[in-house]
């Protein structure tokens, strides 16, 4: 079956940096994009990032733009979030989902919560 | 940038009654308007995408429509199952989402 891995709990300071990872199974996972997407407590849904299939490119919310990067390596079937700089408001849950077509998102890793504290 | 905007922030009805969500965008969009469906605690779920089809595992009574800016998420008959938050999407962008409550 299809699912999404992802990296545990994360707890840092303001202007430290957090790598989340998130490891595929059960698909091709180099035919698919990977979007990530972060909900901050009791808040909605915010579209962080995307890396394409094939080409493997990034597009980045405007938002976030310079201070996260979303690669991914083929070889472990694994994508990875980056985000920089970090401030309090960056306490969210940050996802990972499969996009199976035009960021329609199908499948979802379990979330990693990433803490910002001093 | 394009906005999506959900109407209403709440909505309270009883099971069995019938439940009209509507996403408004800030321009027409010519496809990919999805409908997730969110619990407390736990995660997103895809329930309608490309504004109409649904996807694996939905049942009949969950059903979407629109085209350019208006879109609407039905639910025919609440089931308990279904109160929770539903936002929609479009690309990069989200609604700030719909809570369907217990009235």
């Known amino acids: 079956q299809i699912q999404l891995v992802q990296s545990a709990t994360e707890v840092k300071r303001p202007g430290a940096s957090v790598k989340v990872s998130c490891k595929a199974s059960?698909?091709?996972?180099?035919?698919?994009?990977i979007a990530w997407v972060r909900q901050a407590p009791g808040q909605g849904l915010e579209w962080m990032g995307w890396i394409g299939a094939y080409t493997g490119n990034p597009t980045y919310g405007q938002k976030f733009q310079g201070r996260v990067t979303v690669t991914r390596d083929t070889s472990t079937d694994t994508a990875y979030m980056e985000l920089r700089r970090l401030t309090f408001d960056d306490t969210a849950v940050y996802f990972c989902a499969r996009d199976r077509i035009a960021m329609t998102l199908d499948y979802w890793g379990q979330g990693t919560l990433v803490a910002v504290s001093s | 940038e394009i906005v999506l905007t959900q109407s209403p922030a709440t909505l309270s009805l009883s099971p069995g009654e019938r439940a009209t969500l509507s996403c408004r965008a800030s321009q027409s969009l010519t496809s990919y308007l999805n409908w997730y469906q969110q619990k407390p605690g736990q995660i997103p779920r895809l329930l309608i995408y490309?504004?109409?089809k649904r996807a694996t595992g939905i049942p009949g009574r969950v059903s979407g429509s629109g085209s350019g800016t208006d879109f609407t998420l039905t639910i025919s008959e609440l089931e308990p199952e279904d109160f929770a938050i539903y936002f929609c999407?479009?690309?990069?962008?989200f609604g700030q989402g719909t809570k369907v409550e217990i009235k």
């Open positions: 059960g698909y091709d996972f180099a035919n698919y994009a």
């Open positions: 490309d504004a109409s």
């Open positions: 999407q479009h690309r990069g962008s």
